[in-house]
């Protein structure tokens, strides 16, 4: 059973930066395609960001795109999501999810139902 763990989350001011990481244990992570997801208080959970299992594909949601950044080494099981220019609309609890793809599907996607494994979220605030 692959377990995800997520580390990095804190209070930042506006402007700052945090890396999360996502550490799994069970399986290679290698075998994935990994999400970043987020959700703040009253709203529905929402794709943030995810990478293919080679790393060679990414997609960010427009939100986020061209301030955060993800990335993974497979040789350490973690991937990470390196935010940057942060607001405090991006504030919520932040989770990484994992789904083995079918054949041919060599693109990650950013929906919540498209995942089968959940970390246990780790708390990003925004705040002054």
């Known amino acids: 059973q692959l377990q995800l763990v997520e580390s990095g989350g804190g209070l930042v001011q506006p402007g700052g930066s945090l890396r999360l990481s996502c550490a799994a244990s069970?399986?290679?992570?290698?075998?994935?395609?990994i999400g970043w997801f987020r959700q703040a208080p009253g709203k529905e959970r929402e794709g943030v960001s995810c990478?293919?299992?080679?790393?060679?594909?990414?997609n960010y949601a427009n939100s986020v795109r061209g301030r955060f950044t993800i990335s993974r080494d497979n040789a350490k099981n973690t991937v990470y999501l390196q935010m940057n220019s942060l607001k405090p609309e991006d504030a919520a609890v932040y989770y990484c999810?994992?789904?083995?793809?079918?054949?041919?599907?060599?693109?990650?996607?950013?929906?919540?139902?498209?995942?089968?494994?959940w970390g246990q979220g780790t708390q990003v605030t925004v705040s002054s």
């Open positions: 999810a994992a789904v083995a793809p079918r054949p041919f599907q060599s693109m990650c996607g950013m929906e919540v139902e498209g995942y089968d494994y």
């Open positions: 069970g399986f290679g992570l290698d075998y994935y395609h």
């Open positions: 990478i293919n299992k080679s790393g060679a594909r990414t």
